[in-house]
């Protein structure tokens, strides 16, 4: 089993590597920077046990994975009715950077797209917490999710802030609507950095596997978050992890999974397996070509798909 799985990867990883379809995300320049042809999987069992093949230790930003993350956070520090008075659950079909706003209360429709996220991270930590240390609350509990120390990578986070005009204006409409209490242009710093994390393959896979293992890391054996947040954080990204592909992932692949414009992918089968991916080539929904090919293979070779 030790060889097989890896072999099995790397198998995988050559069949997918013939397309070169799909660019790094444009909008970010210091991602458009970067290599297009990195290639990595990674199985991580409930067990600790870390298979791979390719690139699986190769960092690069953790984009709108952090989202589920940071969503476990805030469940865990302000309670489900705080966090869901102000983020709802229901799919908006939409692109990620969709305004997406209810009509009468201003309420995000869910916690993956921008609005629901940046709001999300407005709510880690206690309500007072200052912007500079919540982004810490947020890098230690992505930290504790992966189990080891994580940092912000400064040159891909100032690049974004850049060119962070949709998201300020996601975040100025949630001022308005009271939903966000704070300057939105320190909400959005925080959500920026929150996204500029520096993640490995592997990382996502533990991460990946801490979600399936019901919050206990399988390398550090710690409860990062408790049962009922983990399971609330698993509907999520089964409903809405993949945006407006959700509809087409939940039938073909069937896992809950999120993706990242910097090209990494995860999928958490509960009770079973942690998986990632990582390339950084899109599809025009701003998932990874080859990520998602690898996990429809992954589903139907191994029976996987539960939803
Ligand atoms: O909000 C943004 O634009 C990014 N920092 C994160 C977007 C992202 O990863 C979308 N997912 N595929």
Request: charged share 20%.
């Amino acid at each position: 089993m030790r060889s097989l799985i890896p072999d099995y990867l790397a198998e995988a990883l050559a069949d997918v590597e013939a397309d070169v379809s799909g660019e790094p995300a444009g909008y970010i320049p210091e991602l458009a920077a970067a290599d297009p042809d990195r290639l990595g999987a990674v199985f991580a069992t409930l067990d600790g046990t870390i298979y791979g093949a390719g690139d699986i230790d190769t960092e690069f930003t953790i984009q709108s994975i952090s989202k589920p993350f940071a969503y476990a956070l805030a469940l865990a520090d302000r309670g489900f009715d705080a966090v869901l008075a102000k983020v709802g659950v229901e799919p908006s079909g939409e692109a990620f950077n969709e305004i997406s706003l209810e009509d009468e209360t201003g309420r995000p429709r869910n916690p993956m797209i921008n609005a629901g996220a940046i709001t999300t991270h407005s709510l880690v930590g206690s309500p007072d917490l200052d912007p500079a240390r919540r982004v810490t609350r947020v890098v230690e509990g992505l930290s504790a999710f992966a189990g080891r120390p994580l940092s912000v990578d400064e040159a891909v986070c100032a690049s974004e802030m850049e060119e962070a005009w949709r998201n300020l204006a996601i975040a100025n409409m949630l001022r308005s609507h009271r939903i966000l209490t704070e300057d939105p242009r320190a909400v959005v710093d925080g959500y920026v950095r929150q996204c500029s994390v520096l993640v490995t393959a592997r990382d996502l896979g533990i991460m990946a596997a801490t979600l399936a293992n019901r919050g206990v890391n399988p390398l550090s054996g710690e409860q990062v978050v408790a049962e009922p947040v983990v399971r609330q954080v698993l509907s999520v990204m089964a409903t809405c992890g993949m945006y407006d592909a959700a509809g087409d992932w939940a039938t073909q692949v069937g896992i809950p999974a999120k993706s990242g414009v910097a090209g990494g992918l995860i999928g958490a089968l509960p009770g079973q397996l942690g998986i990632a991916t990582f390339s950084p080539r899109l599809d025009v929904h701003g998932n990874s070509v080859r990520g998602v090919s690898l996990f429809e293979r992954f589903s139907s070779d191994a029976g996987m798909h539960v939803m």
